[in-house]
């Protein structure tokens, strides 16, 4: 008998610690963990899907912002002639890396609009062409005859296909023609996330 009710005393002792416990828990306010603080250059980045650009992400493209392209800045083997980089957007202020969905467009602007020779680089998002200029997609444009606003895609993809690189002469102390290819010099500018025009540089 007196076993039975000590038993049954340790059980009503066991069952009440446990409701003090839950109670004295619940009225415990745990504080608040802080996020990270984000990095204007890596949110860039981060927590945003993959950008895939079609025909239409260009069309208006002449009405972006424009900057002149002089010098060093001009491919060796490209056609000679007037030519502009047109920004979609503006990378935002202290950023290291530019927002997913950028477009940047160069255009070399001899004749009419339909003899242009225009390439342009889209921010599509990381891991895409990780082994070149990371997180961009690379275009050839053209301006079908009589249309001067909404061009079409000649191809796309992390470099040219086949045949579609600036010839490059005198290199690697060579005089045949070698194909240079967007990656050979835009991945070389990793302090601007692949921009190589002074005007958008994000250093």
């Not at 579609?164 to 194909?179: K, S, V």
């Not at 010099?185 to 540089?201: E, K, N, V």
Request: charge should be negative.
């Amino acid at each position: 008998m007196r076993s039975a009710i000590a038993s049954l005393v340790v059980v009503v002792i066991a069952g009440a610690l446990t409701g003090a416990l839950v109670i004295a828990a619940s009225a415990i306010e745990l504080p608040e963990v802080a996020s990270a603080p984000s990095d204007a250059g890596v949110a860039a980045d981060s927590g945003a899907g993959p950008f895939v650009a079609f025909a239409r992400d260009f069309a208006g493209f002449r009405r972006w912002e424009r900057h002149a392209v002089e010098g060093a800045m001009i491919p060796i083997g490209a056609p000679e002639g007037p030519t502009y980089v047109y920004a979609s957007r503006r990378a935002p202020e202290g950023a290291h890396r530019w927002p997913v969905g950028t477009i940047l467009v160069k255009s070399i602007e001899v004749g009419p609009p339909s003899a242009w020779t225009i390439h342009a680089m889209v921010k599509r998002g990381v891991p895409y062409n990780r082994d070149g200029t990371i997180g961009w997609e690379f275009f050839e444009l053209r301006f079908p005859e009589g249309e001067e606003d909404a061009p079409v895609i000649v191809w796309r993809g992390p470099g040219p296909p086949s045949g579609h690189g600036y010839a490059a002469m005198h290199r690697d102390a060579g005089t045949e023609p070698i194909a240079l290819v967007c990656n050979d010099c835009h991945a070389a500018a990793w302090q601007s996330d692949g921009a190589i025009t002074p005007a958008l540089s994000l250093r």
